[in-house]
């Protein structure tokens, strides 16, 4: 990569909801990046709470001032629509071990077949106990999540 060429992050994500978790990671990347592509995947087999527009909009809510940061929604391979992006690195974040174990492996495939670099913030410790499934879970159960989400 030359010193000129832009540099590109793909954040993927269920994103159902957004939470202060990866609203961290995203502004502590942004030092690292000329450009973070929040990419909400959707997978018709997969259930999901908040609607895919629903999820997007919440999101540009967040960073509707922010010109390095982007929201898309893609299906299919991450690798393959960091290729359509022609973006460089896949950003995550790491709450856990349990977090590790499951993103090595991923990390490792897209390395090898795609030639993606992934990188790896792990989680601010006041976010590390913050999942989007908790989220849900106290919504679907009519509880006040507000200090969970931007
Ligand atoms: P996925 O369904 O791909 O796990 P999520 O929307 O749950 O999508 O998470 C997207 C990314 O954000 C993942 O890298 C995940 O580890 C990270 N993430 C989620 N919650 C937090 C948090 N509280 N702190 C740091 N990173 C987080």
């Known amino acids: 990569m030359s010193n ?11 994103f159902d909801p957004i939470t202060l978790g990866h609203v961290d ?4 990347a942004l030092p690292l990046f000329d450009t973070i592509i ?3 995947g959707s ?19 967040v960073f509707a ?10 299906e299919g391979l991450t690798a393959d629509f960091c290729k359509k992006e022609g973006a460089q690195f896949i950003l995550r974040g790491l709450r856990n071990q349990t977090d590790f174990a499951y993103e090595q492996n991923i990390a490792q495939a897209n390395d090898k077949v795609n030639a993606v670099d992934s990188v790896f913030l792990i989680s601010s410790p ?3 106990f913050i999942s989007s499934s908790i989220v849900r879970d106290i919504a679907r159960n009519n509880g006040d999540f507000s200090a969970l989400v931007p």
């Open 4 to 14: 000129t060429t832009k540099k590109i992050a793909v954040f993927p994500g269920s």
């Open 25 to 28: 990671i995203i502004n502590r």
């Open 38 to 40: 929040i990419a909400i």
């Open 43 to 61: 997978n018709a087999a997969k259930k999901h709470m908040w609607a895919l527009e629903d999820r997007k909009a919440a999101i540009e809510k």
């Open 65 to 74: 001032n922010n010109q390095a940061i982007k929201v898309d929604t893609y």
């Open 126 to 128: 006041e976010h590390s």
